[in-house]
């Protein structure tokens, strides 16, 4: 995955920590006990990039947004995996709606993660802001 779509990026330090917003319900798992764990879907619902927030450059408060809970990981998980995560704010444009967002980042992903790729992934997730 080292190609040109990465090399003139920053990447995300490996320490750092990334929100991932869960936005459907089919991105909860429920166990045993009742309670619920972030799915493999949250890494596979997509095609291509995940999009996340870099954590120290905002709070769960303004990264959770409409969605139904936040997780967290550390860029480290990814990368491991060989998914760079390069930084990737956006700027804001009222005349599309979009809003400014400086901790955005990717997870870069070429076509759609392998499930047993985005299986560790949800394992090693936690739950900043858990599902009501």
């Given at each position: 995955?080292?190609?040109?779509?990465?090399?003139?990026?920053?990447?995300?330090?490996?320490?750092?920590?990334?929100?991932?917003?869960?936005?459907?319900?089919?991105?909860?798992?429920?166990?045993?006990?009742?309670t619920y764990r972030?799915?493999s879907a949250v890494?596979?619902?997509?095609?291509?990039?995940?999009?996340?927030?870099?954590?120290?450059?905002?709070?769960?408060?303004?990264?959770?947004?409409?969605?139904?809970?936040?997780?967290?990981?550390?860029?480290?998980?990814?990368?491991?995996?060989?998914?760079?995560?390069?930084?990737?704010?956006?700027?804001?444009n009222l005349d599309?709606?979009?809003?400014?967002?400086?901790?955005?980042?990717?997870?870069?992903?070429?076509?759609?993660?392998?499930?047993?790729?985005?299986?560790?992934?949800?394992?090693?997730?936690?739950?900043?802001?858990?599902?009501?």
């Amino acid at each position: 995955m080292d190609d040109n779509s990465t090399q003139d990026v920053q990447q995300v330090a490996d320490e750092e920590e990334l929100f991932r917003r869960l936005t459907v319900q089919n991105q909860l798992a429920k166990k045993t006990d009742g309670t619920y764990r972030p799915s493999s879907a949250v890494y596979r619902s997509t095609l291509g990039d995940i999009s996340v927030d870099i954590a120290s450059k905002t709070t769960p408060e303004e990264s959770i947004k409409d969605a139904i809970a936040l997780i967290g990981i550390f860029a480290k998980e990814p990368k491991e995996l060989g998914y760079p995560v390069v930084e990737d704010p956006i700027e804001e444009n009222l005349d599309s709606g979009i809003e400014e967002n400086q901790a955005h980042a990717l997870i870069k992903v070429e076509g759609t993660m392998t499930q047993s790729h985005a299986r560790r992934l949800a394992k090693v997730s936690s739950w900043v802001i858990p599902p009501c």
